[in-house]
């Protein structure tokens, strides 16, 4: 089991929980308290016991307000669950995403398509939330994995 989280200290936390191409699903929790957010992501580690956590890390420190320090207590959260509990992990730098969604616009990621301003995955229109959770799981399948992705 893989989770890829695009972590949120005061909005929508988003997963994609992937075991294989035909076992996968997203799990969104929406919440103003950073606390919930990282209890949300404590149980999903508890409960599905993954092997490998990716996460959306930030690029960016300009914008130090509430919101921003709250999501980097979750991230810390994430990392020290991580830790404790001896999982894999791997962060992926927000701006990284960039180049997918290109790509994505390109029509060149199979599965993954853009129309009117909207991304679908296999056919399931995302939230933004869960588009940026699942970019990030194609960036560490693909790079850093080095898998392929989806089968034909």
């Known amino acids: 089991m893989i989770i890829s989280i695009d972590p949120s200290g005061t909005s ?14 997203f799990r969104s929790f929406t919440d103003k308290d950073w606390l919930n957010h990282a ?25 130090a307000n509430y919101h921003f ?4 207590k979750v991230i810390a959260i ?8 001896q999982i894999n992990r791997q962060a992926i730098v927000d701006k990284y995403t960039k180049w997918v969604e ?26 933004h939330d869960e ?6 799981f194609y960036i560490y399948w693909t790079k850093i994995a080095k898998k392929n992705w989806l089968p034909a």
């Open 39 to 63: 209890e949300f992501i404590q149980k999903l580690i508890k409960k599905e016991k993954p092997e490998v956590i990716i996460y959306e890390n930030v690029s960016f420190l300009k914008f």
């Open 131 to 136: 588009k940026n959770t699942l970019l990030c």
């Open 78 to 85: 994430i990392e020290l669950l991580c830790h404790e509990k």
């Open 12 to 25: 929508t936390t988003s997963c994609f929980l992937f075991s294989d191409w035909n076992k996968y699903e």
């Open 69 to 72: 320090k709250n999501l980097l």
């Open 102 to 127: 290109v790509k994505i616009k390109q029509d060149k990621i199979l599965g993954l398509k853009y129309e009117k301003r909207k991304y679908y995955f296999r056919d399931k229109l995302l939230t």
